[in-house]
């Protein structure tokens, strides 16, 4: 008996080989453009990029700038445990890995298992410091080189200088760069004495209304780390984001802008207190010193964004169309988790809304949060096209665990993740499979395209 439903199934299985055929062109072209760019690169070890069966070493990935590799984390930052921290030394004994068991379920994407291997080893570490001092050095410094440098993470006590002048808030020319930094710091307690520094009689109703929420959502600014308790450190906040609410009124104080403040205040502390974060006292920090860093961090939060000014504009229309694109980003990626998704009712907005605003500060342990920064800051004006691709590349992480919920547990499992464990090593995954995926997607639009 014939099956009258065969010249449709035909037709399908040759849509689907197609489909394979066309993927598989993708990926080898992708690959090809990759190895081009590392061509006549000098990369300790083998270069190799691989699908499926093989394990893909993000380590020899490079970035969109160039020549970034994610195994150059310096000492300071890798780490071998979860529970160590950035002040805790390496151990680099042994070959430690990590793979996700849940990990991006794209059959029709790059490699299925991502492992990477014992990161920054002796010589690479030392060879990459010696390129920071060098690159520091110069009279006039080349910030393309210092963000392709950044971009694999910067070492911890070079981090305050380097994100200065990756913000340009620093000037390149170092014979003018403490000169500029003075004036600057002098400029930011004369609009404190301006704006902040008076009685309520002066503000108008809208001013006091934004100061009272600024002051009620200081004490909630990353609650579980102790440091952001200390009554000093609330004071700082509601003064640089005050300030920069009041010179910035097409926006004014948007609840998340907190947040973002944060990085900023740990790394720039970190010239003058030493030890864990959750061991800082206000009370060892000179009054003057405390203005110096407040300083930095209102004009490095005002240089941030500046390049994403209408994320904090009335109905943030910027990270509105950010998370259409990552709707659709993720759609191309892995079609059965998105598919999964939209049939069960998930809208995009409902979780990812967040992780724009607050840049992943509130989804990752917070002693994370300044190696992200660290590429996100590298990546200057390119940045929110680029969150798109660590987003996708964050949230296909739990791929199968997803699959498997209905609407009212993926709303409680996205806003809960499972990252109080995560430590450098998967930080680093998400960042080099979001790189893999920018090559892919990111100068053919048209993939995108639903």
Same mark, same amino acid.
């Given at each position: ?11 399908? =299985? ?8 066309? #993927? ?54 890798? =780490? ?53 001092? $060098?690159?520091?050095?110069?009279? &006039? ?40 930094? =003075? ?19 002066? =503000? ?64 720039? #502390? ?33 240089? #941030? ?19 259409? $694109? ?12 998105? $598919? ?8 995009? #907005? ?53 699959? $498997? ?33 920018? &090559? ?11």
């Amino acid at each position: 008996m014939i099956n009258p439903r065969g010249g449709e199934e035909d037709r399908i =299985r040759e849509t689907a080989s197609s489909s394979s055929s066309n #993927l598989d062109f993708r990926f080898s072209q992708t690959l090809r453009n990759i190895q081009g760019l590392l061509k006549g690169r000098s990369f300790p070890g083998k270069v190799s990029i691989t699908r499926c069966s093989d394990p893909l070493d993000p380590s020899f990935l490079p970035s969109p700038l160039g020549d970034r590799r994610f195994s150059d984390s310096d000492a300071s930052q890798v =780490r071998q445990t979860d529970t160590l921290t950035e002040d805790k030394p390496q151990n680099r004994s042994g070959s430690n890995t990590v793979s996700f068991s849940d990990h991006t379920n794209t059959s029709n994407m790059g490699s299925q298992n991502i492992s990477i291997p014992n990161m920054g080893a002796r010589a690479t570490d030392s060879a990459r410091l010696m390129k920071f001092a $060098k690159e520091l050095s110069e009279p &006039t410094l080349a910030i393309e080189k210092l963000r392709e440098l950044a971009w694999s993470g910067v070492p911890q006590y070079l981090r305050p200088t380097v994100w200065r002048l990756l913000l340009g808030y620093a000037p390149s020319n170092s014979d003018r760069r403490e000169a500029v930094l =003075r004036r600057k710091r002098e400029e930011y307690l004369d609009c404190v004495a301006l704006h902040y520094d008076i009685p309520d009689t002066e =503000r108008t109703e809208e001013e006091i209304n934004m100061l009272r929420q600024i002051s009620l959502d200081c004490p909630r600014t990353v609650p579980d780390v102790s440091f952001f308790q200390q009554e000093e450190v609330q004071k700082s906040l509601e003064r640089i984001l005050y300030t920069w609410a009041i010179r910035h009124p097409a926006s004014g104080y948007v609840q998340g802008i907190n947040d973002l403040a944060t990085p900023f205040l740990v790394v720039f #502390l970190s010239e003058y207190l030493e030890g864990y974060v959750e061991t800082w006292s206000m009370t060892d920090l000179p009054p003057e010193k405390m203005l110096d860093v407040e300083a930095d961090c209102y004009w490095c939060l005002t240089k #941030l964004l500046d390049g994403m000014q209408d994320h904090y504009t009335f109905a943030q229309p910027g990270i509105q169309r950010l998370v259409f $694109k990552l709707k659709e980003l993720v759609g191309r990626i892995d079609e059965p988790c998105s $598919k999964h998704m939209e049939d069960q009712g998930l809208e995009f #907005l409902q979780f990812a809304f967040r992780w724009f605003n607050c840049l992943l500060i509130r989804e990752i342990p917070f002693d994370l949060v300044t190696r992200l920064w660290d590429t996100y800051l590298a990546e200057g004006d390119a940045l929110p096209d680029f969150l798109v691709y660590i987003y996708a590349s964050f949230l296909l992480t739990w791929s199968d665990t997803l699959q $498997k919920l209905d609407f009212q547990e993926m709303v409680m499992f996205l806003q809960h993740l499972p990252t109080h464990n995560w430590n450098h090593l998967q930080l680093e995954t998400v960042l080099s499979r979001a790189y893999m995926w920018y &090559t892919m997607f990111n100068d053919s639009p048209r993939h995108l395209a639903c």
